[in-house]
């Protein structure tokens, strides 16, 4: 049974940083594609960050600000967020899938979800 259990989220002020970890359960996190999606409210879910193989992918919108790592030895996948805007307010959910590199910012490329954990950026 693969569990992904997020933790980390809070309120930030503009500017300022924060660290998610995903911990997994029933998945090996270095022979998965181990993702990062974000949903703000009203919005579709979107990617942020992946890892997979020796390699990070980034959307856009964050690039330069966060960082996708892991911790082979804990099983666990984490993403720096720095210079937080608060556009980054959303709900941010750990993936983790057999993903192909031309689909990895599509949802149906991962198979199992964390429960989310809340990122509020506000002064």
């Known amino acids: 049974q693969v569990q992904l259990v997020e933790s980390g989220g809070g309120l930030v002020q503009p500017g300022g940083s924060l660290r998610l970890s995903c911990a997994a359960s029933?998945?090996?996190?270095?022979?998965?594609?181990m993702g990062w999606f974000r949903q703000a409210p009203g919005k579709e879910r979107e990617f942020v960050s992946c890892f997979k193989g020796g390699s990070t992918y980034y959307a856009d919108n964050v690039k330069g600000r966060f960082t996708i790592s892991r911790d082979n030895a804990k099983n666990t996948v984490y993403l720096q967020m720095s210079a937080l805007k608060p556009e980054d307010t959303a709900v941010y959910y750990c993936a983790a899938g057999r993903v192909i590199t031309s689909s990895l910012a599509s949802e149906s490329s991962y198979a199992w979800w964390g429960q989310g954990t809340q990122v509020t950026v506000s002064s």
């Open positions: 029933g998945v090996t996190v270095n022979r998965y594609g």
